[in-house]
């Protein structure tokens, strides 16, 4: 999980400062035009904050860019607002390390909410679970799958820290998938999701396999605050920071909240897809 956004590129930086400097405008010219502080222009244009698309968009506007240079800041805003990673270069350091990374990202965020269409999200995986799912994505053939396994149980406490606020929505198949291991290793994970569903700050919401699809969706996304999306994938995540996608994620984040089951009727949905021994 990447902790905070990536530089700017260079050549964006160039774009939008030669632009600016075409059009005859001071920064503080130009912040009055787009109604930013001259601190935002001056931070954009040595990297220190990365735009968005909306507000490269802006700014192009603003400064009478070409079409063609204008497609060319898109691309590079796009690229600059998303970073892919294969879970090969995540658990390089090993899957504890990995795990500790996320830990600290757990302990920044105020709101997460996540949807999971195939299976649990990490923060609800008792530790049967988890070692099997570490094992299924170690692809980079770490040896330390039991202590990753452990710490992302240890992750958990997080759920239990009333400041924060936890939102979870499960379409009813990622509770029918299961990873290799004995009946007992569901029947614990219905256990525990039933459990972590009762605390005041955590919902646990299901959405039944016989509700129409709110959205269409292709696989699980995060969303941390409102300031980054992690979306995985087989072979690794890939984290979005552009303001706009971001608010199209919670947007459709919403639509499927509004779709859950929770509380007693999602806890009897989860025992008769996952009966008890």
Known sequence: MTESPPAAPRDMRTILRD??????????????????????????????VLPGTEATDSW?????????????????????TRKSLSYRVLHRGGLAARMRSMREQDERTSLM???????????????GYARAVLHMVNTAGQLDVAQGAQL???????????AKRYQFVLAEAAL???????????????????????????TVGVIPATRPA?????????????????????????DIF???????????????LDSVL??????????AVIPPA
Not at 113 to 124: F, H, I, K, N, S
Not at 214 to 238: H, K, N, R
């Open 176 to 202: 029918r998938w299961h990873p290799p291991g004995p009946a007992a290793v569901m029947q614990a994970a219905a256990h525990h999701l039933v459990s972590v569903a009762s605390l005041p700050n955590v």
């Open 60 to 80: 192009a506007a603003a400064t009478g860019m070409t079409e063609a240079t204008r497609a060319e800041l898109a691309d590079l805003a796009d690229e600059a």
């Open 214 to 238: 709110p959205v269409l969706t292709v696989g699980g996304f995060t969303i941390f605050d409102s300031a980054m999306v992690m979306i995985e994938y087989l072979t690794g995540e890939q």
């Open 152 to 162: 992302r149980v240890d992750r958990q406490q997080v759920l239990y820290n009333p």
């Open 19 to 48: 632009a600016r400097k075409a059009a005859g405008y001071s920064q503080h010219a130009l912040a009055a035009r787009l109604g930013w502080s001259q601190g935002r222009v001056a931070h954009v244009e040595s990297g220190r």
């Open 262 to 271: 929770t509380g007693q009727a999602a806890a009897e949905l989860i025992r």
């Open 113 to 127: 909410r996540e949807y999971q269409p195939g299976m649990l999200p990490g923060l609800l995986q008792p530790a």
């Open 242 to 256: 552009d303001a706009t996608e971001i608010g199209v994620y919670e947007t459709a984040f919403g639509r499927l």
